[in-house]
């Protein structure tokens, strides 16, 4: 047994020399700054805590801040812990915050307030943002001369939407500015393997090709060379569902993707594949849109028989098994001789 050298109690154990209640005789068991400032990002609202942003409401941000500025005595640890935030005006809080700690085995508990002030700030990826900050630029450019509209606002669509879903996960990844420039459209970016994946999904797509090029731009402050790196995807000028010329053969193009593409003879109606490489032989008869459509005035078996688009003479196609005619189909014409498009 053991006694307390100040007030003389005897104590199964004693903390230098003194009985738990000597002990914590005018201790701070917590303590907090007399205020606390909040960072939050004007342009998203996002708060600073700790290091990092985060997007919560603000009596959840106001007391995290507070939390985060509180200290314990030393040799103690948490047990528990509450606050609650008071609003005295929308900028200002007080902060009450009560904790539970176990010192040397001892439950102890103390009450501390401070003040929380909301300053305004810009976050990292804000700010970038609103700097016109860009890694990388994605240049999405076509086989032809001129980049045909729609598949530049669909190509665009494409890339929109694979940077909304990256960046559901990661604020750092964003758009910086879209601009149309002479033969297709550049893309800048704010990260490197953005570009490099936007790339990678285009190019598997459209069966595109793809080149990189880096650029010197600077060096950080620790004497690292800093490189922006340039993605090119060329986008074939052949679409699926366009009539192509395929080893001297008229075909429509069925599927594309990164391993090549398929193609539907028009002839026979056989189906074969075409390899990445043998992509580019590949010559545009008429284009997808360019098809016309042709009335069906009759149906038995493997044939119909439809109104010719231009000279409105009787014609009989030969259909594919198992093809469903409907009021029009689409037909191409070849030599002067009309084949449907299935
Ligand atoms: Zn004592
Ligand atoms: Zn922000």
Redesign the pocket.
């Known amino acids: 047994m053991n006694f307390c050298v100040k007030c003389g109690r005897d104590c199964e154990e004693s903390l230098e020399g003194m009985c738990i209640d000597c002990w914590l005789d005018g201790r701070r068991l917590t303590t907090l700054p007399h205020h606390v400032d909040l960072k939050v ?1 004007t ?2 609202g ?1 708060y600073c805590i700790g290091e990092r ?1 985060f997007r919560t409401d603000t009596e959840d941000a106001v007391i995290k801040a507070a939390l985060g500025a509180r200290g314990i005595i030393r040799d103690a640890s948490y047990v528990d812990q509450s606050a609650s935030a008071e609003e005295n005006d929308p900028r200002v809080y007080t902060v009450s915050v009560w904790t539970e700690l176990d010192v040397m085995g001892h439950r102890v508990e103390d009450k501390a307030t401070t003040i929380v002030r909301i300053k305004n700030s ?2 990292k ?2 700010s970038r943002k609103l700097g016109s900050y860009y890694t990388s630029i994605l240049q999405i450019r076509s086989g032809a001369k001129e980049l045909d509209p729609a598949l530049r606002d669909e190509a665009l669509a494409m890339v929109v939407e694979s940077v909304e879903r990256q960046a559901a996960n990661n604020k750092q990844l964003f758009i910086t500015k879209a601009e149309a420039v002479p033969g297709g459209v550049d893309v800048y970016l704010s990260s490197i393997s953005l570009g490099k994946s936007l790339a990678k999904e285009l190019s598997e797509e459209y069966c595109a090709e793809t080149k990189e090029s880096p650029k010197l731009v600077g060096q950080t402050s620790d004497g690292q060379d800093m490189y922006r790196l340039t993605y090119l995807v060329r986008l074939p000028e052949y679409h699926v569902g366009d009539v192509v010329v395929c080893e001297g053969r008229h075909c429509k193009l069925t599927s594309v993707s990164g391993i090549g593409g398929r193609v539907l003879d028009l002839l026979n109606f056989r189906e074969r594949a075409v390899r990445r490489a043998d992509m580019e032989d590949l010559r545009i008869y008429a284009k997808r849109s360019d098809l016309m459509d042709a009335t069906v005035i009759d149906r038995s078996g493997s044939e119909i028989q439809v109104l010719h688009p231009s000279n409105y003479s009787t014609v009989d196609l030969k259909v594919p098994e198992g093809f469903e005619a409907g009021e029009t189909v689409k037909v191409v014409s070849i030599d002067d001789v009309l084949y449907l498009v299935p």
């Open positions: 990002c342009n998203c996002e942003w810009v976050c990826p804000c």
